[in-house]
């Protein structure tokens, strides 16, 4: 699933110049790459203390998802459109690690209520992968890291990083979710799912932390 989305993003960025020749990637900030391979595991000096992350959307900062509400989505002058996400992280250990493999996806609920009850089967033919990203975050662009610095359970340096403008090519959707994964070079992962229009659990009435 993951490779023909990825072939299928790519396709889309190829289209998204405009008649003059400007590319929209020019304003993603971390220029639509879809690059992991410069991931590195890291085996020594790792934390224990858990990472957390929250997915948002903006173009130059980040803004929370409004509750049951897809993100704003922006149209080209050739008819596409898209989305710019963003995201917030705590717990990110600066000075063992400085990227984050990320997995950015939008699923489209084709069949009201299939969500509820098919939250882990990616195969369901209930919902669709409307877009999916991977980035290497901190790789091309230094991580944006925001506000102070805190101290873990063995002393460790802590922050909170902001990163934002990163485009999704979808059009609006009525029911689904947008969800993102990350991953840091000390193998700590997080998840956060937003569900839009009714769709997921009914007891998510915004956004689910794993």
Not at 145 to 157: K, L, S
């Amino acid at each position: 699933m993951k490779r023909v989305t990825g072939v299928l993003f790519a396709a889309l960025i190829i289209t998204s110049c405009d008649a003059g020749g400007a590319d929209i990637c020019d304003t993603d900030r971390y220029g639509c790459s879809q690059n992991t391979e410069a991931f590195t595991p890291v085996t020594e000096g790792c934390p224990n203390d858990p990472i957390v992350v929250r997915i948002g959307h903006g173009l130059t900062e980040f803004n929370p998802l409004e509750t049951d509400y897809f993100p704003p989505v922006e149209f080209g002058p050739q008819g596409g459109s898209h989305a710019y996400l963003a995201l917030e992280a705590d717990g990110i250990a600066i000075d063992v690690t400085r990227r984050l493999k990320t997995f950015l996806r939008v699923w489209n609920e084709v069949e009201r209520g299939c969500m509820k009850v098919n939250q882990d089967d990616e195969a369901a033919g209930c919902r669709t992968v409307e877009s999916s990203r991977n980035v290497l975050l901190g790789d091309s662009v230094e991580l944006n890291i925001v506000g102070a610095t805190a101290r873990g359970e063995d002393g460790d340096t802590l922050a909170r990083i902001s990163e934002f403008g990163l485009i999704v090519f979808t059009a609006p959707l009525d029911r689904g979710s947008v969800e993102v994964t990350i991953e840091d070079e000390c193998g700590r992962v997080a998840k956060d799912i937003h569900w839009f229009g009714g769709a997921g659990p009914a007891s998510a009435a915004s956004n689910t932390q794993e």
